[in-house]
């Protein structure tokens, strides 16, 4: 006997090209989720090296009693500027206007302190909750760093070493490649650009079965001299392809988009190559052919189109659990990572980013393991649609 699956194929595909809304459904998703990683690591990236160009505005109240301290902040790119004594409450009005980063008092007797050998104290006032708090540790770096000369200068003074206040020294070496940094820090934005991949395929995999179903016009196709299965691989094929070209385009362009950002600003890197970008997309064919028969499978036992859809969105969050749970609980790699869908195309995507070579199991465990769900899928429906029950209440 003929397939006749073809002719369904192209069938679906005509009325989804057809389809304005559906089009512009899956344009939208295929440029958000890089667009918004990209905004995101951007922001990161703007916020890091803002403090460089801009410098830290510093209100300083007693400056004068300590011109070497101030000099040191100078020379950290740190903006001073000079007021009178102020009290508590204005210091936390002025703080409350953003306009400085911080406010650093020193005490009236600051000086007389200091040349008497006995602590001189100094008060930083800043707001937390403020987004320019993150500048602070120049100031607190120069803090310590001008206490730390002062006690060493004093201590030659009295004929003692200032080694003697570093009687262990630490020196730290980090393993830790960039790529590795980048690959588990940004590890949850990977995942989130697979969820698409049931998304892409919803508005054609719903309307195909319960839109038609809703409409009458699946009675009209079962009537045909065709299979219940060609009829199913038909709709789940259309609906796969969408995913497939709209999955690959997202990872393409997030790709670019990740390439053209100075990562290394903040301490990551991107080295993933095309050829790697390529085996994930292949790998991730199955992944668009899962979420298409899953979202048949659920829809065609929908009474209406509006039902459907509810319910395939639901679903949607099911694999969404194990990509933000998975990184929250920092378990280490392991081979069943590559055998849940979604999650293995995250734990894909992440090790190839650190730049290891891991292999062609993972990818035939990533491809497969989503495969036989997309068939058992498929068996369920095509059971489904060959079934009395079903067929009395289309």
């Not at 310590?144 to 730290?172: C, E, K, T, W």
Request: glycine share 4%; charged share 20%.
């Amino acid at each position: 006997m003929k397939l006749k699956f073809p002719i369904v194929l192209r069938k679906e595909l005509v009325e989804t090209l057809r389809d304005r809304r559906a089009l512009s459904l899956l344009l939208l998703f295929v440029l958000m989720y890089p667009l918004l990683v990209g905004l995101v690591l951007h922001r990161q990236i703007d916020r890091a090296t803002k403090p460089e160009r801009e410098g830290v505005e510093l209100a300083v109240i007693g400056g004068d009693q300590a011109p070497t301290l101030m000099n040191q902040l100078r020379q950290r790119n740190v903006n001073i500027t000079e007021l009178e004594p102020m009290q508590d409450e204005e210091i936390n009005s002025l703080l409350r206007r953003q306009t400085v980063t911080a406010v650093l008092r020193l005490t009236p007797e600051f000086a007389e302190n200091y040349h008497a050998m006995r602590p001189a104290r100094v008060e930083l006032w800043f707001d937390s909750a403020s987004d320019s708090a993150r500048k602070l540790d120049e100031v607190e770096y120069v803090l310590r760093d001008y206490s730390r000369n002062i006690a060493s200068a004093r201590l030659l003074a009295h004929g003692v070493s200032p080694v003697n206040l570093n009687p262990v020294l630490v020196q730290r070496y980090d393993a830790g490649s960039s790529a590795a940094r980048s690959a588990n820090t940004i590890s949850t934005m990977l995942g989130i650009f697979f969820i698409p991949a049931f998304m892409f395929c919803m508005s054609t995999a719903v309307d195909s079965t319960a839109g038609e179903r809703e409409r009458r016009s699946l009675e009209v196709l079962m009537a045909q001299p065709v299979r219940p299965a060609d009829l199913i691989i038909g709709k789940w094929l259309a609906a796969s392809l969408l995913s497939i070209v709209g999955i690959t385009l997202e990872l393409a362009i997030a790709h670019g988009i990740l390439k053209w950002l100075p990562l290394e600003e903040i301490g990551l890197s991107w080295r993933l190559g095309w050829r790697d970008l390529a085996m994930v997309c292949l790998a991730s064919v199955a992944l668009s052919l899962f979420a298409a028969a899953l979202e048949i499978a659920l829809a065609i036992n929908a009474r209406s189109f509006k039902e459907a859809q509810t319910l395939v969105s639901f679903t949607m969050i099911v694999p969404l659990v194990p990509v933000i749970v998975v990184p929250m609980m920092n378990l280490s790699n392991s081979w069943w990572m590559y055998m849940v869908p979604v999650l293995s195309n995250q734990t894909l995507l992440r090790e190839l980013a650190k730049g290891q070579s891991i292999g062609l199991l993972p990818f035939l465990q990533t491809f497969f393991s989503s495969l036989l769900l997309a068939m058992l899928c498929v068996w369920y429906t095509e059971r489904r649609m060959k079934s009395e029950k079903y067929m009395m209440t289309v």
